[in-house]
């Protein structure tokens, strides 16, 4: 692990979506030294159109951290709202973003998805970097067991949003190289950091990468957990081991039986049982803190400015003693 020099420590985040955008949110307040590592399975909206189309990665999360990330100006705000700006339309256009519309036509043209990214990066003045977590587009299935028996499921949306208890989750095709720049900045990470988002297709996909995975388990970074906000056990019907916060990190150790982690952030009125999550999480070498990190009371997203000086505690080492 680098010297970590707090002012600028370098920190690798992986996940997807607007989860991986609110930690991108919090963290570039505290160091300019970031890389995204976004999933690539995407397969519904204006991501899967491009992406079945032009034979592309899906844009969508990957347009996401960049805006994240971009330049605290007028020149770099007013860029990643233009990026972020869906047409809205009775033809081909209709949900399109602008964002996902200019990757894909650098990717066309160019066939290189890094550069294409490091170029809109270069556009929106991007605090640190965004990756892809595989050179190929992936697809997610999962197989899981309901009331009328086992069902498999295929997609990023339906097996997020699918029910029944999760039997095993796979990415296809399976066991992608990794990419070269994403294992090089997690050899020089001073943090690691992992979620909110959904378990099952932001998260865990990350740890289905031989190569990464590897890499993520041997480094000796600080690796930071991240709870989802809305983990909460169903009380009526089916519901897949990854609702309450201690299956979360119970599959965290399935797929990844020796990746060891030193925080778990939860936010406290979201916990039913804190003394079982506090020896799930000793159980895996951690420390679990607990704090208020809703945007408002019964709000199902992060408030960035209270990741944030979490986030500061943690690179300040206030949390060690």
């Not at 003045?125 to 197989?143: H, K, N, Y």
Request: with cysteine; net charge negative; proline share 5%.
């Amino acid at each position: 692990m680098s010297q970590l020099d707090f002012s600028t420590p370098k920190v690798v985040a992986f996940g997807g979506g607007h989860g991986l955008a609110a930690t991108l949110s919090a963290i570039r307040q505290l160091t300019h030294q970031i890389t995204a590592v976004v999933t690539v399975a995407d397969n519904g909206g204006s991501s899967g159109r491009l992406r079945e189309e032009f034979e592309i990665l899906p844009p969508g999360d990957l347009r996401m951290a960049l805006t994240a990330l971009c330049s605290d100006d007028d020149w770099g705000r007013s860029w990643a709202e233009i990026l972020q700006y869906r047409f809205t339309s009775e033809g081909h256009l209709n949900q399109h973003t602008v964002g996902n519309l200019l990757l894909t036509a650098l990717w066309d043209r160019d066939g290189d998805f890094v550069a294409g990214l490091d170029r809109v990066g270069t556009l929106l003045r991007v605090v640190g970097r965004v990756l892809p977590m595989a050179a190929q587009p992936l697809d997610i299935e999962g197989t899981f067991q309901t009331s009328v028996g086992r069902i498999v499921v295929r997609g990023q949306k339906e097996v997020a949003t699918a029910k029944g208890r999760l039997e095993s989750i796979r990415i296809i095709p399976e066991n992608p190289p990794a990419r070269p720049e994403v294992i090089r900045a997690i050899e020089n990470a001073d943090f690691i950091t992992m979620g909110p988002g959904s378990w099952l297709t932001s998260v865990l996909p990350h740890l289905m990468v031989p190569a990464q995975r590897d890499a993520l388990c041997a480094s000796d970074a600080k690796k930071i957990i991240l709870l989802n906000l809305d983990a909460h056990p169903s009380v009526a019907g089916d519901e897949f081991a990854g609702y309450t916060p201690e299956e979360h990190l119970q599959l965290l150790n399935q797929y990844a039986p020796s990746l060891r982690f030193d925080y778990v952030i939860a936010d406290q009125s979201g916990i039913r049982d804190q003394q079982n999550l506090e020896a799930v999480v000793d159980g895996f070498g951690g420390k679990l803190i607990l704090a208020d990190v809703r945007r408002a009371p019964g709000a199902i997203h992060h408030d960035i400015s209270k990741l944030n000086s979490i986030f500061r505690r943690i690179f300040e080492k206030n949390f060690d003693n």
